[in-house]
């Protein structure tokens, strides 16, 4: 089993950047595929980008495609999503996640087992 934990996040006017970081301990993070998703108030959980356990692969949803990058230092057991020109529609709790199943990285939800308690991010007009 692997916790995930976030950090990051904060306050940043429309056009700013952030970057969040997800940690956890031991070796065996290393091995998963991870997955950032987001849920902004009133609105339902979507994915935003993942990374395979090489992180080799990555993928991202079309509403963040040229704005974010993950990336991961497996030597620091940790991923990172720099996030650029960023709006105020991507303001959310940014979680990230272990997946649990399936070889390839994954969009869907029910594939992650394994959740951070969520960082917020704040993009002001």
């Known amino acids: 089993q692997v916790q995930p934990v976030e950090s990051g996040g904060g306050l940043v006017q429309a056009g700013g950047s952030l970057r969040l970081s997800c940690a956890a301990s031991g070796r065996i993070f290393n091995s998963y595929h991870i997955g950032w998703f987001r849920q902004a108030p009133g609105k339902v959980r979507e994915f935003v980008a993942v990374i395979s356990s090489s992180g080799s692969r990555t993928n991202y949803a079309d509403s963040v495609k040229g704005r974010f990058t993950i990336s991961r230092d497996n030597a620091k057991n940790t991923v990172y999503l720099q996030m650029n020109s960023l709006k105020p529609e991507d303001t959310a709790v940014y979680y990230c996640?272990?997946?649990?199943?399936?070889?390839?990285?994954?969009?869907?939800?029910?594939?992650?087992?394994?959740w951070g308690q969520g960082t917020q991010v704040t993009v002001s007009a």
């Open positions: 996640a272990a997946q649990g199943r399936g070889s390839y990285p994954s969009q869907s939800q029910s594939d992650y087992y394994y």
